[in-house]
Structure formats: structure tokens, C-alpha cells
């Protein structure tokens, strides 16, 4: 009986491959607009900063007269503060406001795409976003990747840097830290084998001469099994520039 391939596995989903989401703590995005919010001022308080399996930056639970909240914790946010939401609340660190009452030059972060979605933009550790211009009922803003986005004027965002910025400069010293890192996300993902040192029955690129004998484009739709180096590639080798 011939040994099941491990892309294989990784296709059909076992639970080896499968992400640990029964650990995550909560969904990290605004709620929907509260009335109070809509149309003036909404006071929360931050309960407790936690780490969520799911995400490299802490949460912070807030809660509201209404609802409770999670979202990604500030660089600067301290248990027990006092944040504020809606149209009129004050540009300080954690607050959040509507683009359109956010002044220009202003740092922010957990920005929404649409006004009510959430936020979707900004919320990885060390994220940060800028307000650069206000065009009619748009407001540009200035992605760390120094992309610029036309915004709605009602898309809301968070005052200040996304916390834990810093865990990329932590060294992993041994093999076993990293081993454990990927493991908490779920599945095997660590150490990853190159396919052309296993052998021919494991993995498309393997065999005893250690080079890739066919070729590396796969169809887009090739299934699990078989879709390993280039997918449907348009050119391939060292050719030089295309020709215009």
C-alpha cells in the first residue's frame, strides 16, 4: 500500500494541517454603530489586554454602555483606561473616530474598507496607517506600505500604533523556540522538507538525483497532490526582458 502523500493530507484537511481556531480568543473588529456613537459620543473602558493565538498583536477588551468589544490594542493602551467612539470624541490614543473628524497628519490604525465592516485595514503588530488629504467626502490615507487609499468619510479607524511591533527583533535562539512558534498556529508547518530531497513517492520534485527533472509549472488547477513549484506561470528560465 503506497504512503499517503503529504499534500495530499494537507488537501483534503486533516487535522494535522488544520488551524488551532478553537484556541482564538474573539473577532477583533468594531461592532455596529451605536446610536450614541452615530451621533455624538460613546464612553468605554479597556477590562483586560490578552494574547490571542490567532494574531501577533495583544487584544483589548472594551466595553461599552451597550455592547463589548475586541479589537487590537494600541502601542500605550493600559488596563482600566477610558477610551471614547462616535463623531465628537477626542483625538487621543485608543479612541475611535470617524475619518472625517480625524485631522490630517494624525497616525491610525484598524481602519475600515467600508464604514460598518469592522476594520480590515492596519491591525498586524507595529501597523500603522496616516491621514494624508480630504477630497470632498473622501479622506486619503498613507499605508505603511506607502500605498494611498481613497476612504469613505465615515469609515472608522483607531488613534495609534498597533502593539507588538517589537516581536520581530526578539531572536528565536534555538530550533526548538521556532518548532514551538509554528506549532501554536496549528498543523505541521515546521520544519518544511524541500521537495526535491524526498523521495520520488512523496513529492513530485523527489527522486536519487535531487534536481527537478519535469517541469515546475502546474496547471491552476491541478489538485494537491501535484500542484507544487510554479503555478501556471507565464514564462519560465532565465530569459531576459519581454519584448514590448
Known amino acids: 500500500m503506497p ?14 494541517y488544520t488551524a488551532v481556531s478553537h484556541h482564538y480568543k474573539a473577532m477583533a473588529c468594531f461592532k455596529t454603530y451605536e446610536e450614541n456613537e452615530r451621533n455624538g459620543l460613546c464612553n468605554g473602558k479597556v477590562l483586560e489586554l490578552i494574547h490571542d493565538p490567532s494574531r501577533r498583536a495583544p487584544l483589548m477588551i472594551v466595553r461599552f454602555d451597550v455592547q463589548t468589544i475586541a479589537v487590537p490594542a494600541p502601542l500605550g493602551v493600559m488596563k482600566g483606561q477610558v477610551v471614547q467612539a462616535g463623531v465628537n470624541a477626542p ?3 485608543g ?20 464604514p460598518g465592516d469592522g476594520g480590515k485595514l492596519a491591525r498586524t503588530a507595529g501597523a500603522r496607517a496616516r491621514v494624508v488629504g480630504k477630497d470632498k467626502n473622501n479622506i486619503i490615507v498613507k499605508l505603511t506600505s506607502k500605498e494611498t487609499k481613497k476612504l469613505n468619510e465615515n469609515c472608522r479607524a483607531q488613534i495609534g500604533i498597533i502593539a507588538g511591533g517589537g516581536h520581530k527583533n526578539k531572536p528565536l535562539v534555538k530550533a526548538g523556540n521556532n518548532f514551538y512558534k509554528w506549532k501554536a498556529k496549528g498543523g505541521k508547518r515546521w520544519p518544511l522538507v524541500r521537495g526535491c530531497a524526498k523521495n ?15 517541469s515546475r509549472t502546474v496547471s491552476r488547477n491541478a489538485p494537491p497532490g501535484k500542484k507544487v513549484g510554479s503555478f501556471a506561470s507565464k514564462r519560465t528560465g532565465r530569459g531576459g526582458k519581454r519584448k514590448k
Open 200 to 214: 520520488a513517492i512523496d513529492h513530485p520534485h523527489g527522486g536519487k538525483q535531487h534536481r527537478k527533472r519535469k
Open 95 to 114: 479612541n475611535c473616530l470617524p475619518l472625517k473628524s480625524i485631522p490630517e497628519g494624525t497616525v491610525i490604525s484598524n481602519i475600515e474598507l467600508v
Open 3 to 16: 504512503r499517503r502523500v503529504p499534500q495530499r493530507r494537507r488537501g483534503k484537511g486533516t487535522t494535522t
Open 91 to 93: 483625538v487621543e490614543l
